[in-house]
């Protein structure tokens, strides 16, 4: 991995730097990552993992895991188990594991204060009234007639909202800051509201839940969290956040700083529409190998060093942008390059016979695992008269830059023989099923005659049958979230499944955890929910070339 801290230098980086250098904080670095458990992390979030926690790596400092578990009813123990799971798989240890429901009744105490200081009223407006009391951005709000309740009656009300006297919505805490304010997060803002929902950890103790801005800068307060990295949309938020921790004695008054959110093209990452795509079954499931969360990545075959990479070279900055899909592909092809294995597979089948070559006769060439690194080893490959080549290796009528097999033309089998067609054999419907070769005995092991197409293939009778899945987009545009209905740009033909596909006998040997180069189609790895004893599944992690480019070039001409 490149990460020299160097490198990775940024704008956040810089000012850390500056307040170590003026002893800010006793030159103490605490970070958090706080994610609400909601649903799966995302590639954006290991932006932000990769930010806080690689923070503290890089300046022995300490990174919490935080859940900001405020919001009962969207919230489970699943979500909670999986973020777990995926932030350490991506390499990273949190120093304390924390819930923003550690902090209720510490939470509730400091609301007590704020209304004793006058800061704080129960207001009995229904939401409606206070979103259409809140004002514009050109006009002022207006003051709530509940705004001058005496403190007595405001402690007294929030006693009872606690105590479940009322039903949801019919009073909320507001903290009393100033309805003209040119930012609409100071009018006012809710505070607590009543809600009558089992969460998953403090179950049914509380019926009022505080919100994420109180909760948010009172939890990092309490960790003594320096510097709280947030995402661009909280700019707004910050002079909320800085007010409620002046008004309180908290443990320190943390640095809020906000950076871009990531977004990649031709995805989404938005926990609420990626569990609409798993609810309306659009993808299967959470760690579907297409969706940009943790997981799938994972099941895909995807390396957390990619995915670190990945986090490095895009860097950290103030304005949000897209980043293309291949700059995280070409992430990964050099992390698998040096270390996969090659082998052989024919994805879509077609088979050939070698006419001069003895139906009973067998060999079997040896060839290195890896071209550039001899200590992956050797293996050997079987070869008699009946082989399988891919389909589109073979054209009947080809153009004049076509390079592999077409009728009368010699090509090369990797690792073996020279071969020629002389005989296309079809169906009753006029579909190839088998091409009639010969091959060239002197050629074995040497390219001799230089030719130019070069082409893999497997040993009818040798071969194991398995399952490949070829993975694209999900999308077909760069933007989908900004579609009315984002579901109506899904690529449908984001997955396709070859359930024939033809494989070196070596393939028994690959473990579940193992990502190989297919010669020609790509990195490939087992498919861990699909692959059996019986039924080796592939999921195609990436191709080797950056075959989009040529695509969205030809679209922009
Ligand atoms: P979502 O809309 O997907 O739920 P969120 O921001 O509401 O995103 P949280 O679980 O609240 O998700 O996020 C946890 C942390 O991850 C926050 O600090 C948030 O700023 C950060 N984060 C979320 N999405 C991104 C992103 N796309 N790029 C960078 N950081 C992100
Ligand atoms: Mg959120």
């Known amino acids: 991995m490149s990460n020299s801290t160097e490198q990775l230098s940024n704008f956040i980086r810089n000012i850390i730097d500056q307040d170590i250098a003026d002893g800010k904080n006793g030159g103490k670095v605490i970070t958090r990552f706080p994610p609400e458990p909601n649903g799966y992390l995302h590639i954006g979030h290991a932006k932000s993992i990769c930010l806080n926690f690689g923070i503290a790596r890089d300046y022995n400092g300490r990174c919490n895991l935080r859940f900001d578990d405020t919001n009962p009813e969207k919230e489970s123990q699943e979500y909670i188990d999986a973020i777990k799971e995926d932030v350490q798989w991506l390499g990273f240890n949190w120093s304390e594991l924390k819930y923003a429901s550690d902090y209720f009744e510490k939470l509730y105490e400091y609301a007590i204060e704020l209304i004793k200081a006058d800061k704080a009223y129960v207001c009995s407006l229904d939401a409606e009234e206070i979103r259409k009391q809140?004002?514009?951005?050109?006009?002022?709000?207006?003051?709530?007639?509940?705004?001058?309740?005496?403190?007595?009656?405001?402690?007294?009300?929030?006693?009872?909202?606690?105590?479940?006297?009322?039903?949801?919505?019919?009073?909320?805490?507001?903290?009393?800051?100033?309805?003209?304010?040119?930012?609409?997060?100071?009018?006012?803002?809710?505070?607590?509201?009543?809600?009558?929902?089992?969460?998953?950890?403090?179950?049914?103790?509380w019926c009022i839940y505080p919100m994420y801005d109180y909760t948010h800068c009172i939890s990092d307060a309490l960790e003594n969290v320096t510097h709280s990295l947030c995402t661009l949309e909280f700019e707004d938020h910050r002079p909320l956040y800085d007010w409620v921790l002046d008004q309180l004695d908290t443990p320190c008054h943390p640095q809020q700083i906000e950076f871009a959110r990531l977004s990649v093209e031709y995805t989404i990452s938005s926990k609420r529409k990626l569990n609409q795509l798993v609810s309306e079954n659009h993808v299967d499931g959470w760690d579907d190998p297409r969706m940009p969360t943790i997981s799938g990545m994972r099941r895909r075959g995807i390396t957390p060093e990619s995915i670190r990479d990945f986090c490095d070279r895009i860097g950290i900055t103030k304005k949000d942008a897209f980043i293309e899909m291949s700059v995280l592909e070409n992430c990964i092809r050099e992390d698998l390059d040096p270390g996969a294995n090659r082998i052989m597979c024919v994805i879509n089948p077609l088979?050939?016979?070698?006419?001069?070559?003895?139906?009973?006769?067998?060999?079997?060439?040896?060839?290195s695992n890896h071209p550039k690194n001899p200590e992956q080893g050797k293996r050997n490959i079987p070869f008699s008269n009946t082989l399988y080549i891919e389909h589109e290796d073979f054209m009947e009528n080809p153009p004049s830059k076509f390079f592999r097999l077409s009728p009368g033309k010699e090509i090369r089998l990797r690792n073996a023989y020279d071969i020629k067609c002389n005989e296309v054999i079809k169906n009753d419907v006029g579909e190839i099923v088998e091409l009639r070769c010969e091959y060239d005995p002197d050629s074995a092991g040497k390219n001799k005659k230089k030719l130019k197409g070069i082409i893999h293939w497997v040993s009818a009778k040798h071969a194991l049958t398995v399952e490949t899945r070829l993975y694209d987009r999900l999308f077909n545009v760069p933007n989908p979230a900004a579609a009315e209905d984002f579901a109506s740009?899904?690529?449908?033909?984001?997955?396709?499944?070859?359930?024939?596909?033809?494989?070196?006998?070596?393939?028994?040997?690959?473990?579940?955890?193992?990502?190989?180069?297919?010669?020609?189609?790509?990195?490939?790895?087992?498919?861990?929910?699909?692959?059996?004893?019986?039924?080796?599944?592939?999921?195609?992690?990436?191709?080797?070339?950056?075959?989009?480019?040529?695509?969205?070039?030809?679209?922009?001409?």
């Not at 004002?135 to 909202?161: A, C, H, K, W």
């Not at 006297?165 to 100033?178: C, P, S, T």
């Not at 088979?351 to 060839?367: C, M, P, R, W």
């Not at 087992?526 to 080796?536: P, Q, V, Y």
């Open 134 to 205: 809140r004002g514009t951005l050109t006009e002022p709000g207006i003051e709530s007639p509940y705004r001058s309740r005496s403190v007595e009656d405001n402690l007294d009300l929030f006693t009872q909202m606690r105590n479940g006297k009322f039903k949801e919505g019919e009073h909320v805490l507001r903290a009393k800051i100033d309805m003209a304010s040119p930012n609409i997060n100071m009018r006012d803002p809710v505070l607590y509201r009543i809600k009558y929902a089992s969460h998953p950890r403090t179950e049914d103790k």
């Open 489 to 557: 740009t899904l690529n449908n033909n984001s997955l396709v499944i070859y359930n024939d596909s033809k494989i070196e006998p070596y393939a028994k040997n690959i473990s579940l955890q193992e990502r190989v180069q297919f010669e020609r189609q790509g990195y490939f790895c087992l498919d861990n929910k699909h692959t059996s004893e019986s039924k080796l599944v592939f999921n195609r992690i990436t191709t080797l070339r950056d075959t989009w480019a040529k695509i969205e070039a030809a679209n922009k001409n």
């Open 351 to 367: 088979k050939i016979v070698i006419e001069n070559y003895q139906e009973d006769q067998e060999e079997e060439f040896s060839a």
